[in-house]
């Protein structure tokens, strides 16, 4: 191993200078500065972790727990982007990633705070989980820094994307191309899900629409064998909705696979809408009426602000941070 000692031999300089130029110091010269990281490049040395957290009394690791209960891990669309986003954007500032155990089986001994604790984590960012899960809620409540994604906590950083401006801006669209009977499949109870369905009352409402009861479904975010369902009992009523909104985009390949089995034409017959933006909902024919997430800044927004928290805690206001998207008008919404 390559310690300060053999760069300092072979620069002829102190240890003390050594360190300096290799932590940017001001006070070295930048001709010397450069000099000792080049040969400091050249013997091969890299910086203890171990010494770098004693010395700064951090790790520069961050913590991410992430639980889809549907079991897809990073293959789910919306959160592999943005924390794939969230995980350059760490990485850029000189921050690993590690994923918390989230496990409910036998094996997780560990709750995820112990877990946090146990590896030291600077800071943990939380997405995709039971918010109401006393575990995680431990987590939140601990001196750690935390930021969540699409969930708010009073008192916490939280990065959510503006929900109830894309389900208002949405309908709008709706019902510009001339639509009056609009159904909504939404997703199972959750934060998101709350935001959602009050934007899409109240904007009903502001439009002077009704909304029959039957027109009112739910179904599990990602679920296209239950959206299938749904879209058969909606078209199956007397009188059936002209439009259908859906969970998210995926579960609106649900909506797509309904249709075609009643030998029935998307927009002709019905149209549908989606939400989320994912990359195959640019792929489906035809193209799926959808409001964009901006996943890249979510995930940059939130990488961001953790490190802030960590590195500057008393400048940081804990707040939540609502991240605008845009609708995509597709062509799945056909003009009445």
Known sequence: MILLKDIAAACGVSVATVSKALNGHNDIGPETRERIRKVADNMGYFPNSAAKALKTNRTFNIGVLFADEAQSGLTHDFFATVLDSFRRTAEAAGYDITFINSSHSRERTLSYLAHSRYRGFDGVCIACVDFYDPDVVDLVRSELPIVTIDHSFDGKISVVSDNVSGMHDLLHYVYEMGHRR???IHGLTSAVTQNRLMSFYRTMAELGLSIPDEYIMEAPYRSTATTRECTFKLLDLPTPPTCIFYPDDFSALGGYSAIQQRKLSVP????????????????????????????EQMGRVAAERLIQLIEHPKDVKQEQILVPGSVYEGASVGRI
């Open 182 to 184: 609009i159904a909504y």
């Open 268 to 295: 002709d017959d019905i149209s549908i809408v989606g939400f989320d933006g994912i990359r195959i909902s640019r792929h489906i024919a035809p193209r799926l009426t959808t409001y964009r997430q901006d996943m």
